[in-house]
């Protein structure tokens, strides 16, 4: 066994969709400072991962949100079809 070191620091890549604006926005915030989307994102995730409160809460939100969205969701297509059932078990449908 050779005496190198072995780096155990492994990186794993990642793929997100941003909308245009979103991404031109971004660009742009961060060019303003020179930093670059990966030192973000991994700066963000670090931080989520070491427990900030404010980005915890934030996910929290989203959370949230999308537990609502997806009820609204639910309860749309729930309405559909009961309406569905209504219509096609009426007494005054045309057979």
Do not use: W
């Not at 066994?1 to 780096?7: A, E, G, P, R, V």
């Not at 991994?42 to 009820?71: F, P, V």
């Amino acid at each position: 066994m050779s005496n190198k070191l072995i780096d155990f620091a492994t990186k794993k890549s990642i793929h997100i969709n941003l909308t245009k604006s979103t991404h031109s926005g971004l660009r742009i915030e961060l060019f303003e400072r020179g930093l670059s989307m990966q030192e973000v994102f991994n700066s963000l995730a670090s931080l989520i991962c070491e427990g900030d409160t404010y980005l915890h809460s934030h996910l929290d939100e989203m959370q949230k949100q999308k537990r609502e969205k997806t009820i609204k969701q639910v309860s749309k297509t729930d309405s559909e079809s009961i309406f569905d059932v209504i219509e096609d078990q009426s007494p005054l449908k045309k057979s």
